[in-house]
DNA sequence: CGTAACCTTGAAGATTCTCAATAAGAGTGG
DNA sequence: CCACTCTTATTGAGAATCTTCAAGGTTACG
């Protein structure tokens, strides 16, 4: 199987290139655009988002719905915790992160999302936001007023049923990082972490073994419950053991029967 | 406020005496019964479950399709990693727990589900459960079939609407213990875990003071990603600084501000 | 091209884990 | 109801892991 990422040596920068254009050729070239209008039968997501599946009708209804095709900055937020909440949103392309801060500011979890993915469910229930979305990279964004959503969810049992879908999904990928976080070992945490990372590269059609992080050593630290030191030491180990090549941010798995038999 | 389970000294048995004997008072005291029918209407979690302040009529279908009112036993396994999703699960009384086991056979992560609180969801996107439950004491359950719920959600907006706020809840309640897990010490997990569980037991119109705890150090160990020992360990230190009582599983809290500034 | 953010590495110190032994509780069957 | 067993909990000492503090190097970006 070959991948958009791997017809040159400086794949991951390609990756983007690529998402990028792709985005491009469908939109206005808008500089900073809450204007650009991109239907949801043209997306480049289409199979992994809402208008899985659904009727055309309900896929023209759902595009109508979609209230602006958001363009955030690296360092941009998209929300903040305890901001009202009125609409949930999809990654189209790019990354950003979610965190949750205490009383004293000190982030205290972390956790990312990728294309294809749904933010914000975590202010449904008591219609305030729990935790804040920052993206960690230029990020292209779908906003769906949940009101609307919702009544149209009452008209099509399809859409509602993929809604549900998503939101048990939500729910899995949350056990699952749970899950890395629960490794005895840093080493073990990272190693599970990148796989984690590895899979949803490949689940969005880009290789699986050569990519580029999307976020920094804090973020991972943060995520994992570890410190910078620690999880960089843990690369400069995994680098030394013949499981991957680091460079910075890009990573290739060079060997992952053994990274994927977590045991040390 | 007063709690009824702060009238006598041993308040935690009085708690739990309490629940057995409200629901024996509604159900047939079948001994090992799959049969005891118990109408929504007169559930003692009328308002924390689904059925909150939906129509009587919507209410009474919701009763209908409510296939068991069954009873787990401790150590009793509500479902396993893998088998097959079919039901949604509330629990009426008693306890359970989740957890994840990896191929090897280790217990990775671990999460706990009280009365009110919905189980299953994990299942609903892959129809494959991927989490095991299992009772840590005598256990009261209702099953509610899945395809029959989403039926009767497309007729009661207001049911679906409940339905989707919950799976919202748990997404928020796995945050919140991620935020416990992402505490720095092995005390500051420990005494987040504990604050977590006081709420819970608020909820239900319990004391939040003075609980039994239904689970072993073992599970506790397995939430936080810690030994029994440490966990053993924190329970002898928080006692030493006045900030509980420890009796085994029974624990008073007898300074809850200064817990509370989760600070050492 | 310079500043700021990000990453790496080392050494010392703290926390947590492992191993081991003992004590206390819960469950079982006579 | 008691004796027995098995599970659960406590405590100690040494070992391992991770963090902290500190310094230097690298990368990204205006």
Redesign the pocket.
Known sequence: MTYANTVNGNSCKANQQIIARSFKSQSAPVANSNIAKVSCGDCRLQGHCLAKDISTAAQSQLGDIVKTHRKM???QHLYRQEDQFESLFFIRSGCVKSYVTNPDGDELAVSFFMPGEMIGLDGLYSKQHTSSIVAL?DTYICEIPYSALEELCGEHPLLQKHFTELMSRQIVQEQEMTMLRGQ??????LLAFLLNLSERFERLNQSPITFR?P???????GCL????????????TFQEQGLME????DITLTNVEEATAIR?
Chains 1, 2 share one sequence.
């Open positions: 900055k690296k360092r990279e005895k070992t840093a080493a073990n945490q992080l976020m920094t050593r804090k973020d991972i630290a419950g570890l410190t910078i030191e620690t999880v960089s030491r843990m690369f400069t680091v460079n910075g941010r040390h």
